[in-house]
Every structure is written in C-alpha cells, then in structure tokens.
C-alpha cells in the first residue's frame, strides 16, 4: 500500500477543502464556509477521516505521524504553542498558508 492510499484516521472528520467547518444533524454533514455547496449523506464528523494521507507532522512532544492535507493545515494553524514541523509526502515544501489565502 502507498502512503497516498493510507487513510488519515484523525478521530474527527473535516471539510476538504475548508477545514474546520462541518456541522452534522440527522446523519447528513455539510460545510458551513460560505460558497461551499459540499455535503456528505452520513455522519461526517463523528467519523474517522477517509480522506488520503498527505502530508508527515513532527510534533515538539516528539510525536510523528500522517494526516491528510485538511488536517495538516489545521495542525498548523491551531496547534500551539509549538506548531509541528509539517512535510508533504510528494515532496513539495509545505506552504502553510490558511484555506481561503491561496493554498
């Protein structure tokens, strides 16, 4: 198996493309960021991330471990005080720029 087919597992799921930004009621998710059209017809949330490996974080703690992108820069932008050290699997450097700036 690939990294790019291991799952990324976080105990919580995410919106691909905006992050932190889901909302779940009736087993039906949807992205609450504005223009967002995305939704899900099942429990989103409350489930184990489906979507692909991306990128390897390196946390202070010494903790390693692989998230998808949406994760990824999630981690860096609310992990603190020490923010990982983030390195995508494709070997392209990791820009670190929040969802709706440009990533």
């Known amino acids: ?3 790019a087919a291991k799952q990324c597992g976080v105990p919580w799921g ?3 493309d905006h992050g932190r930004s889901l909302r779940t009621s009736a087993r039906r998710t949807w992205c609450t960021s504005f223009g967002c059209d995305r ?3 099942y429990d989103r949330l409350d489930m184990d991330c489906p979507e692909p490996v991306w990128a390897r974080l390196d ?3 010494g903790e390693v ?3 998808c992108e949406a994760h990824a820069r999630d981690a ?3 992990v603190r005080p020490n923010r990982p050290v983030i390195t995508r699997l494709d ?3 990791f820009a670190g720029a929040p ?3 440009g990533a």
Request: charged fraction near 20%; glycine fraction near 4%.
């Open 1 to 3: 198996m690939t990294a």
């Open 14 to 16: 995410i919106c691909p």
């Open 39 to 41: 939704t899900w017809n």
């Open 59 to 61: 946390f202070a703690e």
């Open 65 to 67: 471990t692989e998230f």
């Open 76 to 78: 860096d932008m609310f």
């Open 91 to 93: 070997g392209q450097p």
């Open 99 to 101: 969802y709706d700036e």
